[in-house]
């Protein structure tokens, strides 16, 4: 073990920036990846990064609205860390040579998204805010000389001694190969290959989730899930090209078969109320007739938005003069994996950063363009913890890992009768072995299942929830479940993660940000005060 050294699963903006900044700190690491490194949910990031560097805005501010955004759910210190650090992380990078758009003076163009009370959403490329960063760390990581990475590499699973995480079980060219570390970060992204429809890639199955559980990780919060309201409507297109909520920050409209501006019915902010609010509209006009975007009168629309341009010039709509047929499609995770600010988990030697881990920032509903600063704030305290917890006596047998604190005001959430943590006891499942890994024969033959298991999730775990509906779900992901051929372990982790989010929901018996129980009344607004 003390020749092993972190592992970081997961190629997004949180496990480079994780390597990274290990490396920095003089910390070999190992970054796995299922695909390319480019095959991530932040390289297809549109929208851009929220930090409070302009003028008139303040960290205070940018806590306020996400703390308002995240419907009265979202931990107070999580997004004060959130909102203080991330101006230093956007000011290294820019440091380091990524290169932001400019306005003609040079300073920092700043954008204008939903539930933001001021433009402070910096971009690169127009609308290739992930694609240009996930490019710059990605050539960054690639020659660093403590940083190794292994392309199409799966972890199938997490190895224990009992007590803390200690390496990772991964297949490599169908391989299997056992991987000791002296930490395992998760870093590996969202669910929305679980939903019909979804924007995120094809690689993003919950897989990061289900590792977790299998030891006896703590879950949090993985009921909130959020649809984007503006993915372009394509029947049978999976994942759904994006269409950025910039779009509507610079005057896009949302219109009915009427022609009509139909999210003024739902909150007097219309377009640039929050995305649960926004997607819940598009949804219900969508299923009576068609919601389009109405971005004609953008200027200069093509220069902005270079990105979405040659997406709808490759379905032949042309914005300029053309309505873009909108509905809303499964986008990110806000809970995950319970940590502390730091990225530990409950279970030792194991931490989690990203979308994949529950820090609290995100509360019931992510406010726009906080994912990537979220990657990179957390995956910087993640580092450095790690860094930190090698020179701490004890380190290697867990006597030093600290709990992971319950940070929200637990009374306050106990009054309001929110479900404890989703916890087992540790570990329930029977591990994995090399021998059961090495073949996708029986995954392969599960592709009808797995099809079966986003109809049901779409149906009775989307937007729009009821008590039938999700015990109907509850029954039928078990029945898809006792069908699965014994070494199906891939769709197993698919349907495991299905079955724990319909359950979250079932318990969840409020409607609140992304999750709308229509037997339940909503909650009512948080009070919008600064932090």
């Known amino acids: 073990m003390e020749d092993s050294r972190p592992i970081i699963v997961g190629s997004g903006i949180a496990g480079l920036w994780t390597a990274w900044r290990l490396a920095a700190e003089g910390q070999r690491a190992l970054v796995l990846t299922k695909g390319k490194l480019a095959d991530s949910a932040s390289a297809w990031a549109q929208g851009g990064i929220a930090v409070a560097l302009g003028p008139g805005d303040s960290p205070s501010q940018h806590a306020a609205d996400t703390l308002a955004a995240g419907d009265g759910l979202s931990d107070p210190e999580a997004v004060r860390v959130l909102t203080n650090e991330g101006p230093d992380r956007i000011r290294e990078l820019v440091a380091l040579g990524a290169v932001f758009d400019r306005g003609p003076d040079g ?5 204008l998204e939903a539930a933001h009370t001021r433009p402070r959403i910096v971009h690169a490329g127009g609308d290739q805010t992930g694609a240009a960063v996930m490019a710059f760390l990605t050539e960054k990581v690639r020659h660093h000389p403590l940083i190794e990475i292994l392309r199409y590499s799966e972890v199938a699973a997490l190895r224990h001694d009992g007590t803390r995480v200690t390496g990772v079980l991964a297949l490599r060219g169908g391989a299997p190969v056992e991987l000791p570390a002296s930490h395992v970060i998760l870093a590996t992204g969202g669910v929305g290959q679980l939903y019909g429809v979804t924007t995120n890639p094809l690689v993003a199955t919950g897989d990061g989730w289900a590792l977790a559980w299998r030891v006896g990780a703590e879950l949090r919060d993985i009921e909130f899930l959020q649809f984007h309201p503006t993915a372009l409507k394509l029947p049978g297109v999976n994942p759904a090209p994006l269409i ?21 019915d739902a909150d007097p902010r219309g377009e640039l109320a929050p995305r649960d609010v926004v997607a819940r509209a598009v949804a219900t006009a969508d299923a009576t007739g068609g919601a389009w975007l109405d971005a004609r009168e953008v200027h200069d629309f093509g220069g902005r938005f270079p990105g979405v341009t040659r997406i709808l010039d490759d379905h032949g709509i042309n914005p300029r003069k053309d309505l873009i047929p909108v509905a809303p499609a499964l986008h990110y995770a806000m809970g995950g994996i319970r940590t502390d600010l ?93 021998e059961d890994v090495a073949t996708r024969v029986a995954d392969d033959r599960a592709a009808g299942l797995l099809a079966q298991m986003r109809q049901v999730m779409t149906a009775d775990v989307g937007m729009l929830r009821t008590e039938a509906g999700l015990r109907r779900a509850q029954q039928a992901l078990a029945d898809l479940a006792r069908q699965l051929p014994p070494a199906a372990w891939r769709s197993a982790n698919q349907l495991l993660v299905a079955r724990l989010i319909a359950h979250a929901a079932l318990r969840r018996r409020e409607s609140r940000g992304g999750h709308r129980r229509l037997d339940y009344p909503p909650a009512p607004a948080p009070a919008r005060t600064p932090s």
């Open 342 to 434: 730091d990225g530990r988990s409950s279970r030792p030697g194991l931490w989690a950063v990203g979308e994949v881990a529950s820090t609290g920032v995100h509360g019931a509903n992510r406010l726009a363009s906080n994912s990537l600063l979220e990657g990179l704030v957390f995956a910087d305290r993640v580092a450095r913890a790690v860094v930190a917890s090698h020179q701490e006596p004890g380190w290697m047998e867990g006597t030093r890992i600290r709990p992971v604190p319950a940070r929200r005001n637990e009374a306050f959430i106990s009054r309001l009768g929110h479900p404890a943590p989703l916890r087992q006891p540790a570990p329930a499942f029977p591990p994995l072995e090399p």
């Open 107 to 111: 300073t920092l163009r700043f954008g």
């Open 244 to 264: 950025t909520e910039a779009v509507r920050g610079a005057g896009g409209v949302l219109v009915d078969r009427e022609g009509r501006r139909f999210c003024f």
